[in-house]
């Protein structure tokens, strides 16, 4: 059965201090893996989606790495309207449902 | 242009009671998705739908949860005989999917979300 376990449950970075979500993982075949922001009270925001182990994606401040084991979403420089929680969600390659881990609640503080 | 709309944005309905909460996917987009979210937990997989057939039911957790997509476009979910554990967010995505073609590396299979309805069941 499919696992997505994300680490560290809760962040606290001061502005300008970089750091990495982890994203492990586990599926009998991965067609992708996917990060989402979620902002308190909406709907998940799409981000990233990596294919295959070696890919790099980077959007802004951000940027997800994928391995055959695990995900990473590094935060460069991060600023206070980074705050949110990152989740991540792996889709296996028989299907099209997203299993998502809990996420990681990112605060940002000035 | 206009992203995936749901409606209502809040619903409160008491044990017992039938709800329907309704999907307006992204124009264009041929699959969709409906999900829930509990307090603390990332979303849970229920239903998808590509067209007007359900191609996955296999995360709908009982027969009192039902979901209809008749045209195509607009997807109603469906819950009966509602519980005080039915309350969550839930949540609908849709994204673009040709029927039968290849999903691999390179080609969209982006899932956009709406702002979900939050269900309480008191």
């Known amino acids: 059965e499919d696992q997505v376990t994300q680490s560290p449950e809760a962040l606290r970075l001061q502005e300008g201090e970089s750091s990495s979500l982890n994203c492990s993982y586990t599926v009998s075949g991965l067609r992708g893996l996917f990060w989402y922001r979620q902002d308190p009270g909406k709907g998940p925001e799409f981000l990233f989606t990596?294919?295959?182990a070696g890919e790099e994606k980077e959007k802004e401040r951000l940027k997800a790495t994928l391995t055959k084991k695990e995900s990473f979403l590094h935060i460069t420089a991060p600023k206070p309207e980074d705050s949110a929680t990152y989740l991540c969600a792996v889709q296996e390659y028989s299907g099209y449902a997203l299993n998502f881990g809990k996420g990681t609640s990112l605060l940002v503080t000035p | 242009g206009a992203g995936v709309s749901q409606t209502p944005s809040n619903k409160v309905t008491e044990k017992g009671k039938y709800v329907e909460l309704r999907c307006d996917p992204i124009?264009?987009?041929?699959?969709l998705y409906w999900y829930r979210q509990s307090l603390g937990q990332g979303p849970e997989f229920l239903i998808y739908f590509q067209g007007t057939g359900a191609a996955d039911d296999s995360g709908l957790p009982n027969d009192r949860f039902f979901a209809v997509r008749p045209e195509g476009s607009v997807s109603t979910l469906k819950i009966q005989r509602t519980e005080r554990g039915d309350s969550a967010v839930y949540l609908c995505?849709?994204?673009?999917?040709?029927?039968?073609?290849?999903?691999?590396?390179?080609?969209?299979?982006?899932?956009?979300f709406g702002p979900g309805t939050r269900l309480t069941v008191l």
């Open positions: 995505a849709s994204s673009y999917r040709d029927r039968g073609r290849f999903v691999g590396a390179g080609v969209n299979n982006e899932q956009f």
């Open positions: 124009s264009g987009h041929t699959a």
């Open positions: 990596l294919y295959s």
